[in-house]
DNA sequence: GACCTGACGCCCC
DNA sequence: AGGGGCGCCAGGT
C-alpha cells in the first residue's frame, strides 16, 4: 500500500491513548484535522492492528461501542483487552465512557 | 472511470 | 428519544 504520512499520524494519536483510557474515531480526526472519522477507523483497519503496539482497542465511537470489535481476531478480544486495562465493557459499550474518554488534545496539557 | 462501501458523526425530522 | 439522510475520502470492484 501507499506510504501516507497519515498513518503515522494516527498511529502516533492512537499509541498516546492513556492506558485505561477511551478515545474516540471523530477526537482523532477532530485533532489530525482530517476532517473525516471514517478514515481513522479505515485506517487502523488497513493496519491489521500491526502486531500490537498499537492500541486500537482504546478506540470506540462517539457512544463508546466497540464498533470495531469485529476487526480484531475475535469478537471478544477488544472488549477483553479493555477490561484487561480496567476498563469497564457491558453490551459492546463502555461503561461510563464519558469519564474515561481521552480527547487527543488533552496530551498537551 | 463510475459506483459502492466503510472500525464515523452531525443535522434534521 | 429514535431514525434516516448525507458528508466525509481512500480502496476495491
Known amino acids: ?32 484535522s482530517l476532517g473525516s472519522a471514517r478514515m481513522v477507523g ?6 491489521g492492528i500491526m502486531d500490537g503496539p498499537i492500541p486500537a ?15 480484531f481476531p475475535d469478537p471478544g478480544y477488544m472488549q477483553r483487552a479493555l477490561e484487561r486495562e480496567g ?4 453490551k459492546d459499550r463502555v461503561v461510563d465512557f464519558k469519564t474515561l474518554f481521552w480527547h487527543p488534545a488533552e496530551n498537551i496539557l
Do not use: C
Open 87 to 90: 476498563v469497564e465493557v457491558r
Open 57 to 71: 482497542h482504546r478506540v470506540v465511537n462517539r457512544e463508546g461501542y466497540l464498533s470495531g470489535r469485529l476487526g
Open 1 to 32: 500500500m501507499k506510504k501516507t504520512h497519515y498513518f503515522e499520524d494516527v498511529y502516533e494519536v492512537v499509541r498516546s491513548i492513556p492506558k485505561g483510557r477511551v478515545s474516540t474515531y471523530g477526537a482523532i480526526a477532530d485533532f489530525l
Open 42 to 47: 479505515w485506517a487502523l483497519k488497513q493496519s
